[in-house]
């Protein structure tokens, strides 16, 4: 073998590795971005904390209607697509998930 018949055979292995790997990255790519998209997105409510911050010595009609109207923007936010899980239940996430009390007024 010559120096010539090495290097081409060096060039096309190279060449065969890398449309292999991006070939293979392109499909694990492509599932990762498609499960994405079948993921909803997750917002988490704290309800001890949203109770505490009702308005202490207000009627029981008062606080009827404030939860009435909490229950209401969960509702939105489930028909919006989002999947809302209360914050009692969950064992840690980012604080960007959970709901700023705002919305819920």
């Known amino acids: 073998m010559d120096i010539k018949s090495i290097v081409i055979a060096a060039v096309l292995g ?3 590795g890398v449309g ?3 070939f293979v990255m392109n499909e694990q790519t492509a599932s990762i971005h498609e499960r994405l998209n079948q993921t909803p997105p997750v917002v988490v409510v704290d309800f ?5 911050a009702y308005p202490a010595g207000a009627s029981q009609e008062e606080l009827e209607k404030l939860m009435v109207n909490t229950n209401n923007a969960i509702l939105k936010l489930k028909d919006a697509g989002y999947l809302v899980l209360d914050a009692s ?4 996430a980012p604080n960007d998930l959970y ?7």
Not at 48 to 52: H, I, R
Not at 89 to 92: D, F, H, K, R, Y
Not at 99 to 105: D, N
């Open 48 to 52: 001890a904390k949203v109770a505490s």
């Open 89 to 92: 239940t969950v064992v840690g």
């Open 20 to 22: 292999g790997s991006y």
């Open 14 to 16: 190279a060449a065969g």
């Open 99 to 105: 709901l700023p009390e705002e919305v819920l007024k």
